[in-house]
């Protein structure tokens, strides 16, 4: 290896744009792998290299000269995450943790398996499994797919059980769960990370509204109580700990009317709930993802006392320059295609 340090992040997206910003502060040298030769992250790479996940030897190959390789979003195929390992490369966070997280069935079981408090739910794999489901949690009840979800995407509300079989139809009965719909007061995440030693750190718990199943907003502090707060913190801990996570995690929640917390999901990467971090909090949660996964120090961050982060989704990034004259730190992802729906960019304000 040579004289620097060198991440490899499979992903090329805004995650992996602002996760190679934080590398080159650190005088670490990043390198993404993505099959879009015009990914938003190509402009802060030091190197970028077009090829599929799935391509084990361009995946190994893009590997040979990284201390490590990490990944920006979760459905990068498990099976090159195993490859890489099998090879004696480093991945961090580790494909059995992408395994789980992958499949929402999967996540959930092992958060039921380790005591983690999370809403009812039921596997779905054929029509005749909608009633004992219905049955078991109730309505309304969220139907997600298991696999590929993203921004709201692969889900659909049951409100009556005769809809339910339409449902179903609606995600192509691909594989899914069944979720009681939570009556939250609140949504709040945590984002934390650990290292190699089981050194720990979290950022100040973030409050979140969603619009239609996609984040608009988050902002610090949370609304909620200092003890809820803390009960965040700790279940997050214990998810790493199970898992025995290295590098960056988020964990969102719901908050329900009685101050209990139920977790909704995990992410096993930086977050878009995180994002007030660039310039709200010193290091940002994606400096702390590249210490972490380069057991660098990960020191306790420095975090504004509030600040806001609003996403600017598909026209809203025409707002930019108004956002910038009212003070708001705008980021514009670079995206080409301006599609109704799509997160082009976000802005964040802090005090
Ligand atoms: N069981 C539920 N009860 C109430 N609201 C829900 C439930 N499930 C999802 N939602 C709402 O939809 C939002 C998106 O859901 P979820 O986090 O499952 O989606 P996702 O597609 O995985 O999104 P992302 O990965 O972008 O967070 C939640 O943040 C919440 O606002
Ligand atoms: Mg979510």
Partial sequence: MGEYKRVGILGGGQLAMMLCEAASRLGVSSKVLAPDANCPAKRTADMAVQADYEDLQAVQEFAADCDVVTFEFENVPVRS??????????????????????????????????QIPLARFARIDKVSDLGPAMEAVGLPAVL?????????????????????????????????????????????SVIAACNYKGGFVAFPVTENVHEAGILRQSSIPANCSVEVAETAIAITRKIIDALGYVGVLAVEFFETGNGKLLVNEIAPRVHNSGHWTRGGACP????????????????????????????????????????????????????SRKQPGRKMGHAVKWQ
């Fill in 284 to 335: 940002d949660q994606f400096e702390m993802h590249i210490r972490a996964v380069l057991a660098m120090d990960m020191p306790q961050p420095k975090c504004a006392s509030s600040a806001k982060m609003q996403n600017l989704i598909g026209a809203d990034i025409l707002q930019a320059e108004e956002l910038q004259n009212a003070g708001w730190q705008v980021c514009d992802y670079g995206k």
């Fill in 144 to 188: 997600k797919t298991r696999h590929f979800g993203y921004d709201g995407k692969g889900q659909t509300w049951i409100h009556e059980e005769k809809k339910a079989e339409a449902a179903f139809d609606l995600i192509h009965h691909h594989p899914a769960v069944l979720e009681e719909v939570v009556p939250f007061v609140r949504e709040v």
């Fill in 81 to 114: 995450l195993f490859s890489l390992q099998e090879a004696n490369h480093i991945v961090a966070p580790g494909a059995k943790i992408l395994a789980i997280v992958q499949d929402r069935l999967t996540e959930k079981q092992f958060l039921q398996d380790n």
